[in-house]
């Protein structure tokens, strides 16, 4: 049973909205395990994706820890994770996202999110964790095409609505 539940959980911690958890460091004995990146190429600037993407992380209430947009990396913070099932499953656990974004051309752009759990147990042995991954890749995949869709919103947009007085 745990083994259903757990993946819900953890996918609710990294995209749902909600009340936010805590910003928390974990402890340095804890082992981190960074899940693999999901990529995506965008047609749009760098700088815009830049932008967009860490609004779209602000809308599931994470933190920014730190941002370099010449590198074009952002850090979240660590989030403790605070639902009962993963508490059960994994004990004290940590989840924090970074996205690098990737100029290719003056308008073609690569983002690139992973996401990374910090806890004191051994991941790849725990029977969840292959569930629990496998929804990772699906919320990390929708927030991908959350940044793409806000973009191409942009594009879209009525460029006369934006100013003063228009209707």
């Known amino acids: 049973m745990a083994r259903l539940l757990l993946p819900l959980s953890l996918a609710a911690l990294l995209l749902a909205p909600g009340a ?14 960074a899940a693999a990146a999901q990529t995506d190429t965008l ?3 760098w700088r ?29 913070q660590w989030k403790k994770v605070e639902h009962p099932l993963s508490k059960l499953v994994f004990g004290e656990l940590y989840a924090r996202c970074v996205v690098d974004v990737k100029p290719l051309s003056d308008t073609t752009t690569e983002i690139n999110f992973r996401g990374g759990l910090a806890g004191s147990g051994n991941f790849d042995r725990n029977p969840a964790f292959g569930s629990a991954l496998t929804v990772y890749y699906k919320a990390a995949e929708r927030w991908v095409v959350r940044v793409r869709t806000s973009l191409a919103a942009m594009a879209t947009a009525d460029p006369a609505a934006a100013l003063p007085g228009a209707r």
Not at 55 to 72: H, L, N, P
Request: charged letters at 30%; glycine letters at 2%.
């Open 20 to 33: 936010p958890a805590a910003a928390a460091e974990p402890r340095a004995d804890m082992k981190v395990h």
């Open 43 to 45: 047609d749009v600037s």
């Open 48 to 76: 815009e994706v830049y932008r967009v993407a860490m609004i779209e992380m602000a809308k599931d209430e994470w933190t920014i820890q730190r941002s370099d947009s010449v590198s074009g990396r952002f850090v979240t």
